[in-house]
């Protein structure tokens, strides 16, 4: 059973850092991307970015490039999300997620069409 668990949310201010971990198990041999996508209050659910267990290319969302790092530890099967001059406009609950690598797959990930969902945490960006 594939389980994932996400980490690290916090109050913090604008312009400061965060990082969450999202532990993923129960994988086997497929190659899989795992991401993270965010919700606030009122808003959709928007993918924020993912890396591939293939290739570890990553992916983000244009609200984030420049601000947001990816990456991974296979060593631990974790995702690791750096957040940086965070804006008040990040605050939401961030979801861990996985799903199946493919030639559709950046179109699944924006849609949110992921096959294993983790429990999400809060970050909350003080203005």
């Known amino acids: 059973e594939v389980q994932l668990q996400a980490f690290g949310g916090g109050l913090v201010q604008a312009g400061g850092s965060l990082r969450l971990s999202c532990a993923a198990s129960?994988?086997?041999?497929?190659?899989?991307?795992i991401g993270w996508f965010r919700q606030a209050p009122g808003k959709r659910r928007e993918g924020v970015s993912y890396i591939s267990s293939s290739d570890s290319m990553p992916y983000y969302a244009d609200f984030v490039k420049g601000r947001f790092t990816i990456s991974s530890d296979n060593a631990k099967n974790t995702v690791y999300l750096e957040m940086n001059n965070l804006k008040p406009e990040d605050s939401a609950v961030y979801y861990c997620?996985?799903?199946?690598?493919?030639?559709?797959?950046?179109?699944?990930?924006?849609?949110?069409?992921?096959?294993?969902w983790g429990q999400g945490t809060q970050v909350t960006v003080s203005s």
């Open positions: 129960g994988f086997k041999s497929e190659n899989y991307i």
């Open positions: 997620a996985a799903g199946r690598t493919g030639w559709d797959q950046v179109e699944r990930f924006i849609m949110g069409a992921m096959n294993y």
